[in-house]
DNA sequence: GGCATCCATGTTATCGTTACCAATCCAAGT
DNA sequence: ACTTGGATTGGTAACGATAACATGGATGCC
């Protein structure tokens, strides 16, 4: 039964059952008040015309559109992934959809995802960092919507902040090699003027030294982000060159730190005996690989839960001051460093 | 200067610019026809009273979404997460957008997701697998917009399909780990009913077994998908066990060759010498990781790549019937293997 | 000059749902 | 009996953009 027509809507599912079309219209809504048979019937009637509910109308009229915008700067990434996981699962539940974008790393990115994200008239929107175009900052915050900064501590929030002191985790790190003894100190990390987390770490990474008393002219800058595997490797490459004396290296992820760790095993040079390891971020991989390696927790998927509760507060109007929630990093100390 | 009023609307604009409201439409069109100073004179004007284009108006009333509604099992996993942003930047240049869902490897979470997104009107909606619930079947043939179903190749495909065969993959790598001269051949996976794909490439290992004349006894269920890391580790684990005299094992995926590998290491046990391990996927990690994986890349890019070449030929007309993408996956022989 | 053609712009009606208000019905209370 | 109130249902208009059609003016060609 071939069915060359229009799709059914609310009307042709009125009729069927004899009714009105706003029947039907709170027939699909959960807490509407229709009478029980009502509502089976209409629901009988839709689904025997095959017909969907139209949400363009729906978002047009109501105003609402149960989109969260969320943009990451990648969607390849581990961390990312978790952060955005636990969102989606957290405001799902209210009937929420996540409507997802990225931006590669680029703030002039960031800015057109932004602009295209909000035509979407989302219910909110959340970004990934604190540093973006004076154009994207104008943007977010004449949307009207509630803005959620993440996976960073901006000075200057647009509206909510979840996330955490990328320089102070890494300072930890950073103190805690120092205490065992390390001194001879590098870092792996992106080229500084994409990666703004990364960038941070580094900063972190280079105050932390000096307030130790310590030199840091160890710095390997991997190329633009994403840092991954791969650069890790080739960093470790390079910082074997150039300053074969190293003790410890600290790199911007997980994944290059993985990455530096293949390329010792290459070489044949013993982790943490002859050099010590340290990542971010806390991947899989990292707990898993051999030696295991000594990183940082950011906790990734707090920051989605976290993210997610915020929204739905400021959604039923329990919040409405801009809130700010501080994640505390973990040090995890494997096999990687003493 | 804080605004409380409504935002403004395309009306706003054109009584800004002195213009009509079509006028206004026009100049947020690329290629519609409208005088170049008209044009920025318009432009000018949203810019100044912050207006933001409405998407939700636009959807109804053109019928038109320009979404692109995608289902995945998993947001953290690479070759997903790989095989959209193919398909993302591609469909992308065209002002199309991504609308992604994950299932969690099932097929009734998948029929939910797949109901939900088809409300939203897209333009296609992109599938993993070929294996869904008798009503999701039915909501995309209804659904009136291309249909495509990837990561397979299902015997009754629903509309178009960009896939390859998990189950002739893995027999590739069966045979030439036969041709070498292993024998005992085991097999890490998820549990039978979750991860279809996982199954197809069970299944094409115990065949692949048969046609050899050799018994596939040595199957070891991981548990439910997603099958990472630490399940290949605990598998492994389950494998020495069970079959201590194994001679190769041939992993789900490449995440969870890895755990295996490093189970391995953990035990002493060296890699290919006393057991060769075979991956799936090509994730980055077998080419990094030290022994590098044997693995079969199943080109999760091009399959988004080709994916929204489909999509774009079939909403410009070019193609009227359903396509058939077949892709090649490729054995990769490293160093877990003879 | 006269007529066709094209470009830029305007007018009107509409996409499909739901907010808002009104109406009806039945049970309960006085 | 009559009011009150809650539950259920219906009628009407509107959300903000744009498809479809119409119009006016400039340009080109014989």
Chains 1, 2 share one sequence.
């Not at 636990?86 to 680029?106: C, F, H, K, M, P």
């Not at 991989?285 to 998927?301: D, E, Q, R």
């Not at 509760?309 to 801009?322: H, S």
């Amino acid at each position: 039964m071939h069915n060359s027509r229009k799709p059914p809507t609310m009307a042709d599912v009125a009729r069927r059952t004899g009714v009105s079309p706003m029947t039907v219209s709170r027939a699909f809504k959960r807490d509407s008040s229709v009478s029980q048979e009502t509502r089976e019937a209409v629901l009988r009637a839709a689904e025997e015309l095959g017909y969907v509910f139209d949400s363009t109308a729906s978002n047009l009229r109501s105003q609402r559109t149960d989109f969260i915008a969320v943009t990451i700067p990648s969607i390849n990434n581990a961390n990312f992934a978790d952060t955005v996981r636990a969102l989606s699962d957290r405001v799902s539940e209210r009937g929420l959809q996540i409507l997802l974008g990225y931006t590669n790393y680029d703030v002039r990115e960031e800015e057109r995802l932004i602009e295209q994200l909000l035509r979407r008239k989302p219910e909110a929107i959340v970004v990934t960092g604190g540093k973006h175009t004076p154009r994207a900052r104008k943007l977010l915050s004449n949307a009207g919507i509630p803005v959620i900064e993440t996976w960073d501590l901006p000075e200057e929030p647009i509206g909510h902040v979840v996330g955490f002191s990328n320089a102070l985790a890494v300072r930890e790190m950073v103190d805690h090699f120092v205490s065992v003894g390390y001194r001879k100190i590098a870092f792996i990390g992106g080229d500084a003027d994409r990666d703004t987390r990364g960038t941070d770490r580094r900063a972190g990474f280079i105050a932390a030294m000096k307030d130790h008393g310590l030199e840091a002219p160890r710095l390997i800058a991997a190329g633009p982000p994403p840092i991954s595997m791969r650069e890790g490797a080739n960093a470790m490459g390079q910082l074997f060159e150039r300053f074969p004396d190293t003790e410890a290296v600290i790199c911007v992820s997980d994944l290059s730190a993985f990455g530096a760790l293949t390329e010792c095993q290459r070489r044949g040079i013993t982790v943490p005996d002859r050099i010590a390891i340290g990542g971010f971020g806390d991947y899989e991989i990292g707990a898993i690989c051999v030696p295991s390696l000594t990183t940082i927790n950011a906790f990734a998927s707090d920051i989605g839960a976290k993210t997610a509760e915020l929204i739905l507060d400021v959604l039923d109007g329990k919040l409405d001051r801009p809130g700010r929630v501080t994640i505390r990093p973990d040090l995890i100390l494997r096999q990687t460093s003493r």
